[in-house]
């Protein structure tokens, strides 16, 4: 069933050579004694818990799936997967980026996002179950009442209790303004909470003692739309006095969602029969609360697929040196076997290359704004701190949809580099594949990420955001504009650069006639965006190889081959996305619909 084995040396380069994140922590009070050495420490047993406790089960959850007991509406999780749990909960590892205050280890963003890609190479469906808890942490520690944040964070934090977001309704979808789930005062201080949600992934299970569902809902007198939202907590067990739970809350399960991928997590649908709950913020002000768990599941999910990604490309990588099949082009490689390996096979080398620098592109990125996320909480002058929270503001959507998109083209490339065996079960590649696909789809489609990036958080402030991005690559092109060696990557990067800046002008100006240009150009924009980041953090790692060569040759050698990769074969890709996006929105509304 293959193996993971966390790429350590490659998440050290990033953060330590290409971020310098123990000169970035120094700048933030709260994280000024974390050092390259404790991270490291952190790190290196995260892979020991995910390669030897985690990915073993990863099989096992696809095949066995999730079981409902219709009576109890209990949910049973695949075969060892609560064991699992309380190992992770043992070792402290829901507490790592948590606040001390709450029983947390208080590191930072960064390094919790590292270990986060290390959980979803080795069972993205099992870390879905804790995987929303630190969301529900965030919502709660920035909106919640000192009394829920006393009685509800420590649990969160030690990992006893876990959470959800049950936002979805079978008829609204996406369009939360249409969601009918209802919420009356109980004149206690309670909510009675009333209605049914759809897709909510670990919305039950007996891996915790409590879950703490935050629950979107209409109040009586609330408006129509997405201005008459307000959120509430409702837990699965009421706590008791003592904060024990206690009577069981009636949010039920009522069915699983049968899936294409993540069988071993319970996505539910969840029926709300007068649950209590309570407020959490103001009210019809619930998806400004919510917004905060929103942003880093959307984080989170792009980092699914960069472990997918990972984990998928390690084992092609292993299949791609083993299996013999016909001889290279240029003549026999290996003389001694009947048949060469299928590395030596140039598109082969593609379908590799093509996963390794998109999950290097991708652990770069991941990183990178998880710092700006610290940067954005922590940092002491509020003008750094606003800095951080635009740049973070802008990347979320990017993070989000450009690392999805590029998980479905890497486990597809690396299930097809095993042939008709990608096919076949037992070699695990397939899951992959399938477990990718959701990606694209949930905490907001795709389509839905790229209209929040082109029409909300570049063309609603003129551009403002972007452009204070495109300074930070000018201002990077000019100083090593003269620097020879990096030449074949510093100039498509200007190039690029000024490519974008003229296209945000141009559907920004075509925009104003008709807003349908947005809708028409938005997915390409936002690859064309996707791909500038990623030529600029290419372009850094290459330079930090390039100077640093002789220290290490063989890792340095390789991060070099996979930037030139990425410039030569995938970053091209932006010319054809550039003429999609100017294309306009004739061509797609030209029809009418009756004739389609």
Known sequence: MGQYIAPLRDMQFVLHELLNVSDELKQLPK????????????????????????????????????????????????????EAYEQ??????????????????????????????????????????????????????????????????????????TGTMCLTEAHSGTDLGLLRTRAEPQGDGSYKITGNKIFISAGE?????????????????????????????????????????GERNPIFCGALEEKMGIHGNATCQMNIDGARGWLIGEPNKGLNAMFVMMNAARLGVGVQSLGLTEVAYQ???????????????????????PADPIIVHPDVRRMLLTARAYA???????????????????????????????????LTPIIKAFLTDNGWISTSEAMQVYGGHGFIAEWGMEQYVRDSRINMIYEGTNTIQSLDLL???????????????????????????????????????????????????????????????????????????GHLIYAYLFTRMAKIALDKRAEDERFYTAKLATARFYFARLLPETAMLIRQARAGSDSLMALDAELF
Request: include cysteine; aromatic fraction near 8%; charged fraction near 25%.
């Open 31 to 82: 994280y000024a004694d974390i050092d390259a050495d404790i991270i490291n420490q952190v790190l290196e047993e995260g892979a020991r818990f995910t390669s030897e406790i985690l990915f073993p089960l990863n099989h096992v959850g696809d095949r066995e799936g999730c079981t409902l007991d219709t009576a109890t509406h209990e949910v049973t999780p695949p075969t060892g997967f609560k």
């Open 88 to 161: 992770y909960v043992a070792a402290g590892w829901p507490a790592l980026a948590a606040d001390p205050e709450y029983g947390g280890q208080g590191l930072p963003t960064v390094v919790q996002t590292v270990f986060l890609e290390m959980l979803n190479s080795a069972n993205q469906a099992w870390t879905m179950y804790p995987g929303l808890s630190h969301g529900a942490y965030e919502c709660l520690l920035k909106h919640g009442t000192d009394e829920q944040k006393s009685l509800y964070l420590p649990k969160l934090v030690s990992g006893e209790w």
């Open 205 to 245: 299970h007996n891996m915790s003692h409590n879950i703490v569902h935050l629950v979107l809902a209409r109040l009586p007198d609330a408006p129509a739309g997405t201005h008459g939202i307000s959120l509430f907590l409702v837990p699965k067990f009421l706590p008791k006095e003592d904060g024990t739970p």
């Open 315 to 337: 084992n092609a990588l292993i299949y791609a040196k083993d299996r013999l099949q016909m001889r290279s082009l240029s003549g026999p490689k290996a003389t001694d076997k």
């Open 360 to 394: 290097e592109g991708g652990r770069a990125f991941s990183a990178y704004v998880a710092l700006q996320i610290d940067r954005e909480l922590n940092h002491p002058d509020e003008k750094v701190r606003q800095e951080a929270a635009d740049e973070v503001a802008l």
């Open 455 to 529: 029409g909300r958080k570049i063309l609603q402030d003129n551009g403002v955001k972007l452009r204070k991005l495109g300074e930070k690559i000018r201002s990077y092109v000019e100083e090593n504009g003269l620097d020879e060696s990096l030449s074949e990557f510093i100039t498509p990067l200007a190039d690029l650069a000024a490519k974008v800046e003229k296209l945000t002008v141009e559907i920004g100006m075509k925009a104003m006639r008709n807003p349908d240009e947005v809708g028409a150009a938005a997915v390409p924009y936002l690859r064309v965006v």
